[in-house]
């Protein structure tokens, strides 16, 4: 069988980085390796217990993306890189270059984008691809062969979410209408704003009644009181947060297995 696993870098790098924030790694020169080392041991245990026959580290790169021109203040909330990971980054892709793992960027796209496109693209080629990532956004990608292999809660091995798994998650009926469940619900960790008052659990009944976003809209005469209001006051906005968390899966780049 062949076997692709997509890493997603900076979420596992921030993972890594936390899991030993109370116990951090540091080495004679004062560099703390906590990073490095929590992805390092992160990075074996997949090549041991997983055997890919193919395998890449998708890094997100610096500057703005093109969600930043559809919405200004995308990710504004967000901190700075901790001056440790900014400081491990270097080792780390020097690292992974020594395994002779390709390690893929494209200016403009962030990980997910680059990991959706080339995991459609090797499905196509007869892959079974694993997405290893921690972020929920990318549910919309799975299908009969594209997986999420995330990481548990600390040191407890990983979770393989398929299809299933994602519409038992979220209660919904299609993969797709992961994007509109994100766009309705918004996103506080990369600052999505969503529609105001709408968390997953109605979102999730919303999406079950009309099936998708478009069609909210198409009977929103139907809805009631404050809700409809906000779904009436918000609607750029909402649609916005819907492109705004659609994963691009046709970036120019070529997969080749």
């Known amino acids: 069988m062949k076997k692709l696993f997509l890493l997603d870098a900076y ?44 395998i890449a580290v998708v890094f997100d790169p610096s500057g703005p993306t093109f969600r930043h021109e559809i919405f200004d203040a995308y990710k504004a909330q967000r901190e700075e890189t901790p001056e440790d990971i900014r400081k491990a980054i270097p080792y780390i892709k020097k690292l992974i270059e020594a395994y002779q793992i390709p390690v893929v960027q494209v200016d403009g796209f962030e990980a997910d984008d680059v990991i959706g496109t080339l995991a459609k693209q090797a499905e196509k080629l007869d892959f079974e691809v694993f997405m290893m990532t921690p972020d929920k956004d990318y549910g919309q990608l799975v299908s009969e ?35 509109d469940l994100l766009g309705l619900m918004g996103d506080s960790s990369d600052n999505i704003p969503g529609v ?22 198409e009977n929103i005469a139907q809805l009631k009181g404050k809700q409809k209001e906000n779904f009436e006051n918000f609607k750029d906005q909402a649609f916005m947060s819907k492109e705004l968390a659609r994963i691009i899966t046709d970036i120019d780049i070529d997969f080749r297995g």
Do not use: C
């Open 196 to 217: 105001p008052g709408i968390g997953p659990k109605t979102a999730s009944k919303l999406l079950a009644q009309y099936g998708s976003m478009e069609g909210i809209y």
């Open 145 to 179: 062969h594209v997986f999420i292999y995330k990481p548990r809660h600390g040191n407890a091995g990983f979770d393989v979410l398929g299809v299933d798994e994602v519409l038992r998650k979220w209660n919904l009926k299609t993969v797709n209408q992961v994007i």
């Open 11 to 54: 979420a596992l790098i921030y993972r890594a980085y936390y899991a030993l924030m109370r116990m951090p790694r540091v080495n004679s020169k004062g560099l703390n390796t906590s990073a490095i080392f929590g992805f390092l041991n992160t990075l074996e245990d997949v090549l041991k217990h997983e055997q890919p026959t193919h």
